[in-house]
T-cell receptor, first 113, second 109 residues
Framework: DAGITQSPRYKITETGRQVTLMCHQT?????MFWYRQDLGHGLRLIYY???????DKGEVPDGYVVSRSKTENFPLTLESATRSQTSVYFC????????????FGQGTRLTVV | RKEVEQDPGPFNVPEGATVAFNCTYS??????FFWYRQDCRKEPKLLMS???SGNEDGRFTAQLNRASQYISLLIRDSKLSDSATYLC??????????FGGGTRLMVKP
């Protein structure tokens, strides 16, 4: 089915472990984004990508790594997970343009213990 | 100061009521404006774009005041199904969306 999917939907990991969250979209949208959502902070941009092999930092990039070797995939890696990275992570994609809609995946609920 | 600010609410209203939310943004270079809706533990979804001339979609009306840098959303004849968090969203540079913290609406029978 067309759309944007994230995996896993839920993840529990230990402090210090590396974790990768996957994001896949079937629309061939040029832009992809990773946001985290925490109580009291709303949605904050972690990283974004304007096209394959082009990525850039958002508001809260520390502790995260992204790559985009293919247009449809935009994985987010926590190199050494910390408790402060416990959050709900949303991937999104959109066409280029000022008034284009962003479509969000269903989210990944990550708990770091 | 946050770039996009909203009253977190909650706004508790009876069915059939009219309710309005405001949002202010700090960057005068902001180009595009949106309202997204987010249901509990779900992903945000576009409710409507906001245009300079104002726009309406059924029971929903959005207004933009560039001079005062605020955006509003008016919901008429509230339904139980309107209960959700409403996110004010601004596009400032490139394709990046900046979100307000959201306003929670609860419509009661």
């Amino acid at each position: 089915d067309a759309g944007i999917t994230q995996s896993p939907r839920y993840k529990i990991t230990e402090t210090g472990r590396q974790v990768t969250l996957m994001c896949h979209q079937t629309w061939s949208h040029s832009y992809m984004f990773w946001y985290r959502q925490d109580l009291g902070h709303g949605l904050r941009l972690i990283y974004y990508s304007a096209a394959a092999d082009i990525t850039d930092k958002g508001e809260v990039p520390d502790g995260y790594v992204v790559s985009r070797s293919k247009t449809e995939n935009f994985p987010l890696t926590l190199e050494s997970a910390t408790r402060s990275q416990t959050s709900v992570y949303f991937c999104a994609s959109s066409e280029s343009g000022w008034d284009t809609e962003a479509f969000f995946g269903q989210g990944t609920r990550l708990t770091v213990v | 100061r946050k770039e996009v600010e909203q009253d977190p609410g909650p706004f508790n209203v009876p069915e059939g009521a009219t309710v309005a939310f405001n949002c202010t943004y700090s960057n005068s270079a902001s180009q595009s404006f949106f309202w997204y809706r987010q249901d509990c533990r779900k992903e945000p979804k576009l409710l409507m774009s906001v245009y300079s001339s104002g726009n309406e979609d059924g029971r929903f009306t959005a207004q933009l005041n560039r001079a005062s840098q605020y955006i509003s959303l008016l919901i008429r004849d509230s339904k139980l199904s309107d209960s959700a968090t409403y996110l004010c969203v601004v596009k400032i540079a490139g394709n990046m969306l900046t979100f307000g913290g959201g306003t929670r609406l609860m419509v009661k029978p």
